[in-house]
């Protein structure tokens, strides 16, 4: 067997990873990015992350909430993972807000767009997708579950003419990678990055040790 190295394989591929590339990848098949604003965003925004991100609506963003096990899984890790899809859009009256006009798109639109878009979507099989490297093809991940849609409130931190809507999405996924767990062990020096590590503040102890 090849050697394992994390840099290549678990730092750029796995679950987690192909159903973050599949929501976004059908996201922007729907939501043209030459007319909708896409990105990453934390759990939590707080208020310079959405004045940063939100500059330019409509903006369709998106953030990972958890991957939750299953207790009956046994030795293979099998889990639900969980996203949230944040759409954000603009208009002085409140009414166009919600129906859209010319000026643009509404929020029911964007909310029934994206939920047709993602229920139910199944990735194809790697052997369809004609991918030389399987890594280039969303492998491993079930079909996505929309669970929930929310309005949201951005605590005063946006314009009082944006508004936010939230979708949960869900998709079944195995943690564990192909490769054995003894190749896994045999890692040495795998990562590679150009940051350095980032400095705990002093008064932190993250070791255990008293």
Same mark, same amino acid.
């Given at each position: 067997?090849?050697?394992?190295?994390?840099?290549?394989?678990?730092?750029?591929? /796995?679950?987690?990873?192909?159903?973050?590339?599949?929501?976004?990848?059908?996201?922007?098949?729907?939501?043209?990015?030459?007319?909708?604003?896409?990105?990453?965003?934390?759990?939590?925004?707080?208020?310079?992350?959405?004045?940063?991100?939100?500059?330019?609506?409509?903006?369709?963003?998106?953030?990972?909430?958890?991957?939750?096990?299953?207790?009956?899984?046994?030795?293979?890790?099998?889990?639900?993972?969980?996203?949230?899809?944040?759409?954000?859009?603009?208009?002085?009256?409140?009414?166009?807000?919600?129906?859209?006009?010319?000026?643009?798109?509404?929020?029911?639109?964007?909310?029934?767009?994206?939920?047709?878009?993602?229920? /139910?979507?199944?990735?194809?099989?790697?052997?369809?997708?004609?991918?030389?490297?399987? /890594?280039?093809?969303?492998?491993?991940?079930?079909?996505?579950?929309?669970?929930?849609?929310?309005?949201?409130?951005?605590?005063?931190?946006?314009?009082?003419?944006?508004?936010?809507?939230?979708?949960?999405?869900?998709?079944?996924?195995?943690?564990?990678?192909?490769?054995?767990?003894?190749?896994?062990?045999?890692?040495?020096?795998?990562?590679?990055?150009?940051?350095?590590?980032?400095?705990?503040?002093?008064?932190?102890?993250?070791? /255990?040790?008293?």
């Amino acid at each position: 067997m090849a050697a394992l190295n994390p840099a290549s394989v678990l730092a750029t591929r /796995g679950p987690l990873h192909n159903a973050g590339r599949l929501i976004r990848a059908r996201l922007e098949a729907v939501f043209p990015p030459a007319r909708f604003d896409h990105g990453w965003l934390s759990i939590a925004p707080g208020r310079e992350e959405w004045k940063r991100v939100v500059r330019r609506v409509p903006f369709v963003g998106l953030t990972w909430l958890s991957a939750t096990p299953d207790p009956k899984a046994g030795r293979v890790l099998r889990a639900r993972g969980s996203f949230r899809v944040l759409l954000v859009n603009a208009h002085p009256d409140v009414a166009a807000r919600f129906v859209g006009d010319s000026i643009g798109p509404g929020q029911f639109a964007m909310v029934q767009v994206a939920a047709l878009a993602l229920h /139910g979507l199944t990735p194809e099989p790697v052997a369809a997708t004609g991918a030389v490297d399987p /890594g280039d093809a969303i492998e491993d991940v079930g079909s996505l579950d929309v669970t929930e849609i929310t309005a949201l409130t951005s605590e005063d931190w946006l314009p009082d003419d944006r508004a936010v809507a939230a979708l949960v999405v869900q998709t079944d996924f195995t943690m564990t990678d192909a490769h054995d767990l003894p190749a896994l062990l045999r890692l040495r020096g795998g990562w590679s990055f150009d940051g350095a590590a980032i400095a705990v503040p002093g008064d932190q102890d993250l070791t /255990g040790d008293a």
